[in-house]
């Protein structure tokens, strides 16, 4: 019913960019939460940013000045701006979206991409 379909990733030294994008599609209502969270082998899968449907952001302590997060609420798409990446930085990234959908009530459910490889040479 609902696909996260992410892009943008890729490899990239030191100090460079990326800019990730995530298209959510299907039988959408609206779109609350959307966001970005990151997942390095072994770890967790912790909070990168995240941006409410009015466009308030949150972000980890660790991405603050570097990283932006937007969104465009007619494409239904949430962007990752990243500058001056560290190797520390280096994780799949996943997007995540809370999405109501059409005939819910507006009771919303989560969804997440398939993830896509950052990596950051030092």
């Known amino acids: 019913q609902v696909q996260l379909v992410e892009s943008g990733g890729g490899s990239v030294q030191a100090g460079g960019s990326l800019r990730l994008s995530c298209a959510v599609s299907?039988?959408?209502?609206?779109?609350?939460?959307m966001g970005w969270y990151r997942q390095a082998p072994g770890d967790q899968r912790p909070l990168v940013a995240t941006?409410?449907?009015?466009?308030?952001?949150n972000y980890v302590e660790s991405v603050k000045g570097r990283f932006t997060i937007s969104r465009d609420n007619v494409k239904n798409t949430v962007y990752l701006q990243m500058n001056s990446l560290k190797p520390e930085d280096t994780a799949v990234y996943y997007c995540?979206?809370?999405?109501?959908?059409?005939?819910?009530?507006?009771?919303?459910?989560?969804?997440w991409g398939q993830g896509t490889q950052v990596t950051v040479s030092s």
């Open positions: 995540n979206a809370d999405v109501a959908l059409i005939g819910s009530g507006w009771r919303s459910y989560d969804y």
């Open positions: 299907g039988t959408i209502l609206g779109i609350k939460d």
């Open positions: 941006i409410t449907s009015s466009g308030g952001q």
